[in-house]
């Protein structure tokens, strides 16, 4: 089972991360761990590098817990919900764990909501987790 793990070291993504690792060891999977920078642009070399710790620190955990991993960092100029089925399409993803946030109604219908979008388009379940 290859279960896909939206991370951005936000307390939602922590908490998608225990989760991640519970289904993990439940499901005998393997755990991809994803942080999707908006934009596709490489010029911001601070946030890059955060990010970049960020996936290393999750795969930590991940390796902590003997789940086999991989970590990626997609700078590819699509939106955030796009970047996360466009890469559980890619690799053959059965679930999607991601991190939500409390956020008003009208701030979904006036910022969008990355969760939403990938519920409501996903190919395969999605867990999310606040």
Known sequence: MNILVCYDETEASQAALKIGVQHA???????????????????????????????KYAQSVLEKNGISCETHLLVRGLSSGEDILQFADENDIN????????????????????????????????????
Not at 35 to 51: F, V, W, Y
Request: hydrophobic content about 35%.
């Open 95 to 130: 679930e999607i764990i991601i991190g939500i946030k409390k956020t008003s109604k009208v701030g979904k219908l006036v910022f969008g909501s990355t969760a939403q979008h990938v519920i409501l388009e996903s190919n395969c379940p999605v867990v999310t987790v606040k």
């Open 25 to 55: 060891k439940a499901l005998d999977g393997k755990a991809y761990v994803i942080t999707s920078m908006i934009g596709g642009t490489k010029d911001n070399i601070e946030d890059n590098k955060k990010a970049e710790s960020g996936l």
